[in-house]
């Protein structure tokens, strides 16, 4: 079981990126998806959730309103589309699949690895 995250890069702040979380070797249609950082000197923060039908979504309050989570399960992907992005955004950001829409990192079952997103002038 491989997850692969991907999309990040460096944006000023208030730009945007879409984030992408793909899969190998699996389908993602019955997983749960979760979505979360580690800035550096920090701990891993989940940011948002979904569960496998897509009908239910969680943030952090610290990206609510900014930051939107969707999948497509026909293209096997899940993505977190994150708009004004402030500088404390700045983190590797993973994508982790599970049987639990959570952000709580030790429901999650399966890794992928991550993709830096830096939000700097």
């Known amino acids: 079981v491989q997850l692969q995250a991907s999309g990040g890069g460096l944006v000023q702040p208030g730009g945007s990126l879409r984030l992408s979380c793909e899969a190998s070797?699996?389908?993602?249609?019955?997983?749960?998806i979760g979505w979360f950082r580690r800035a550096p000197g920090k701990g891993r923060e989940g940011v948002s959730s979904?569960?496998?039908?897509?009908?239910?979504?969680f943030y952090a309050d610290s990206v609510k309103g900014r930051f939107t989570i969707s999948r497509d399960n026909a293209k096997n992907t899940v993505y977190l589309q994150m708009n004004s992005l402030k500088p404390e955004d700045t983190a590797v950001y993973y994508c982790?699949?599970?049987?639990?829409?959570?952000?709580?990192?030790?429901?999650?079952?399966?890794w992928g690895q991550g993709t830096q997103v830096t939000v700097s002038s």
């Open positions: 982790a699949a599970g049987y639990i829409a959570t952000m709580q990192s030790m429901f999650m079952d399966y």
């Open positions: 070797e699996f389908t993602l249609d019955y997983y749960a």
């Open positions: 979904i569960n496998s039908g897509g009908g239910s979504t």
